[in-house]
C-alpha cells in the first residue's frame, strides 16, 4: 500500500513539472518576461530559466547587452491530484486547480500538491558602444554560463 502511495505521488510529480515563459514586447529594445513554474525540478530554476530567456530575447533583437528591471518574485503551491486508499475503489482527476472523484466503498483521501514559483522581470536591451551596456548583463556571457537549464 505505501509503495502505490509513493508511486503515485512520484508520478503526480512528475507530471506536475513544468516550466514556461511567456515573452511581451513593451518597446524594440524591451520585452516583459513572466516564468511560472511547477514541481519539485523546475520551480528552483525559475529565476536561472528567466535570464536566460532574457538573454536570449536580446540576442534575438541584435542586442548585446541587457538589465532586468520591476522584479518581482513568488512561490505558492497547487492540487496536482488526490492519493485514495479504500477497501473499495477510488477515482480522482484534476482539471486546473479542482479535484474531481468518484469513489465506492470506505475511503480515505489525501491531496496532493505541487510546489509552484513565478519570476516576472522588465528587460532592457542595450547594443555594445550604449551608455546603458556599462555594468549590464552581456547576453553571451549569460547563455554560455547557464548552458542548458
Not at 31 to 42: H, P, Q
Not at 134 to 143: E, N
Request: hydrophobic share 40%.
Amino acid at each position: 500500500m505505501k509503495r502505490n502511495a509513493l508511486l503515485s505521488l512520484l508520478i503526480s510529480a512528475a507530471f506536475a513539472s513544468c516550466a514556461t515563459t511567456s515573452e511581451m514586447p513593451l518597446a524594440p529594445n524591451v520585452v516583459r518576461l513572466d516564468t511560472n513554474a511547477s514541481g519539485l525540478i523546475f520551480t528552483s530554476q525559475a529565476g536561472q530559466i528567466t535570464m536566460k530567456k532574457a538573454a536570449e530575447a536580446t540576442l534575438k533583437r541584435g542586442y548585446t547587452h541587457f538589465r532586468l528591471e520591476q522584479a518581482s518574485t513568488s512561490q505558492g503551491s497547487r492540487l496536482v491530484g488526490m492519493n485514495t486508499q479504500s477497501n473499495g475503489w477510488g477515482q480522482a482527476s484534476v482539471h486546473g486547480n479542482t479535484a474531481y472523484g468518484n469513489y465506492s466503498g470506505t475511503s480515505f483521501s489525501t491531496p496532493m500538491y505541487a510546489p509552484t514559483a513565478q519570476v516576472g522581470v522588465t528587460v532592457i536591451m542595450f547594443h555594445t558602444n550604449e551608455a546603458g551596456a556599462k555594468g549590464a548583463f552581456d547576453a553571451a556571457d549569460v547563455i554560455k554560463k547557464q548552458g542548458k537549464v
